[in-house]
């Protein structure tokens, strides 16, 4: 009798990885749409949100209650005095790994598009992982 041999590969666990997202966020158009397409990235990739805002305590509010109905697990850091948001973008994916950091652009004039702002700037030259920049509609 030829003896019936099962093999069965070892119990794997199940635990989905999750990435982070870093976004820099201020109520501004430029804000609120690159927290939209982070949401939206977010989603699609199952990562988890840090929120780096610049907002005043009464929009926390209102960006909190965005956050929660958006189905997505989150984080929101607010900016203090000792870094500009910049610095704070960067430390914040480079402490979590994130994948990659998504930040707003605002609309220039023919003579600041030969210069990208600052922070943005500083944002895209400095992170040690991609930056996704996004402009409002």
Known sequence: ??????????????????????????????????????????KLRGSSLIVVHTS??????????????????????????ALDPAEELIAAASTSAAEFIVIGLRKRSPVGKLLLGSNAQRVLLDAACPVLAVKPS
């Open 1 to 42: 009798m030829a003896e019936t041999i099962v093999d069965t590969a070892p119990e794997i666990p199940t635990a989905p990885a999750t990435s982070t997202i870093v976004v820099g966020y201020s109520s501004k158009p430029e804000g609120r749409a690159a927290l939209q397409r982070a949401v939206t990235e977010a």
């Open 56 to 81: 005043s305590s009464e929009e926390l509010d209102d960006l909190s209650t965005e956050l929660a109905g958006s189905g997505v697990p989150y984080e929101i850091q607010a900016t203090s005095d």
